[in-house]
């Protein structure tokens, strides 16, 4: 596994990879790589020749200097998961090199992201955009891979990717959570013991609002007050939003259908923390566990 930090020398094994007729698959990432990483890696690897890891924690998606300061980074023991998945290219440019000086080109999403965390996370969606333009700009992977707990990240990056005609499938998998059901997340690092208990709440919630849809609650007011109820009762108060929307536009359901996603964000102490779930989803997390490898598990236990 190669490790490469310059732009140059980068489009250099992409230009050599292509010369031999190679697919490329590209997970772009911040690092603190978790289980929810190695799934897309793995799905990477099945349907690609070469995988390249992006891993750059990207200052211009974080509204927040200390947010930005305190991501969690072991750049080490990134490397050492990866060359065990098989990762072929890990590319870690450097912020100087990605912003140089005098940078002032950015790509904006401007419908998808005016709702959920975009409407309280000013310039993290612009953020995103313009790193990942510029990740496949470098790289021109065939497929590039994200996961599903960042729902609203991935529908943005489907859309620009559709509106400004660029040549990538854009694959996204589900959300891979621990054995209680909390989310994978780097920000998990975060949370004390405590904190993570006060956790699971989301999930605890996110169950509740499908549990309710499933006895025949289409209310959508209902079903938020309760998830707030058990955010309450769990000591979660400071909530940016929950909301049931429509699973392709983002836009707030006051009726709630099968197919619509519940989502919700909000702050366990200092973290900030994402997810969602589809109402009609049937897949329990009993369910998914057995198959797990044995290294998941392991993760799991
Ligand atoms: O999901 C992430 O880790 C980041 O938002 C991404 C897509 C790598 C862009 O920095």
Known sequence: MKTIAPIKGMKEWVAFLRTKGLTLGLVPTMGALHQGHVSLI????????????????????????????SYPRDIEKDKELASREGVDIIFAPSVEEIYPKGFSTFVEEEDLTERLCGEHRPGHFRGVTTVVTKLLNIISPDRAYFGLKDLQQSHVIKKMVRDLNMNVEVVVLPTVRDKDGLALSSRNQHLSRTERQTALSIYKALIRARELFASGETNSCEILQEMHGILHKAGIFQIDYTSVVDPETLEELEEARPDAVVALACWVGNTRLIDNMGLSETTSLKERLPALSSLEREAHA
């Open 42 to 69: 793995r799905r990477a690897r099945e349907e690609n020749d070469k995988v390249i890891l992006g891993i750059f924690v990207n200052p211009i998606q974080f509204d927040k200097e200390k947010d930005l300061l």
